[in-house]
């Protein structure tokens, strides 16, 4: 199994762009998660899907982020406009129930 | 809110002595409880998971869970260079909380 595939691994971007970061989970996994981390905060979980609905985005910042999971295999999270404040590691995991499997995250800078 | 503490470190072990890490968590509904590491720059990995109170060991990792304690630690006997990382504590059933993390440093 190729494990969670996150894409792409690093994104520049300027102040203002709207940025669009991409998630495959490993197959039969019905669990997905978008989380972000960052020095300060740790790892925060922003949003989670089971069986492609949406349960929890009560993590997700504010409006400007927004998540989809239009199939079992993709699943993307869009920031638009993006702000400065919203550099981190972005990773995507998914599980079964118990522990999760991470992607290798996209490392995303806003300038 | 949930919330898991760690201590942020770094603890500095030396090489083939004990790692004892700790963790508390807030929510006493939880049943499942993990540990993970994670390398500078790479994304974490699970290395423990527990789900009874009591000890559960793996190899070199033991970890221990209290439950009326709410407190979850991890030990890594004979500790290794290769074992210097950070240590993340979660909790959760469905979503999963991460603590901010320990740093260890296995001094060679």
């Known amino acids: 199994d190729a494990g969670v595939i996150q894409s792409p691994r690093h994104e520049v971007t300027e102040m203002g762009q709207e940025v669009t970061l991409r998630c495959k989970p490993i197959s039969g996994h019905d669990y997905l998660f978008w989380y972000r981390q960052t020095m300060m905060r740790g790892l925060e979980l922003l949003i989670y899907f089971n069986n492609n609905v949406p349960i929890d985005d009560s993590g997700m910042p504010e409006d400007r982020f927004s998540a989809k999971m239009p199939n079992a295999s993709f699943s993307t999270l869009k920031i638009q406009p993006s702000e400065p404040r919203d550099s981190a590691v972005y990773f995507c995991?998914?599980?079964?129930?118990?522990?999760?499997?991470f992607g290798s995250g996209t490392r995303l800078t806003v300038v | 809110q949930k919330e898991v503490e760690q201590n942020s470190g770094p603890l500095s072990v030396p090489e083939g002595a004990i790692a004892s890490l700790n963790c508390t968590y807030s929510?006493?509904?939880?049943?499942?409880f993990f540990w993970y590491r994670q390398y500078s720059g790479k994304s974490p990995e699970l290395i423990m998971s527990?789900?009874?109170?009591g000890d559960k060991e793996d190899g070199r990792f033991t970890a221990q869970l209290n439950k009326a304690s709410q407190y979850v630690s991890l030990l890594i006997r004979d500790s290794q260079p290769s074992d210097s990382a950070t240590y993340l504590c979660a909790e959760g059933d469905d979503k999963i909380i991460f603590g901010k993390g320990t740093r260890l440093h296995i001094l060679p």
């Open positions: 527990i789900y009874s109170n």
């Open positions: 995991a998914s599980s079964v129930l118990g522990g999760y499997t």
């Open positions: 929510d006493r509904v939880s049943q499942s």
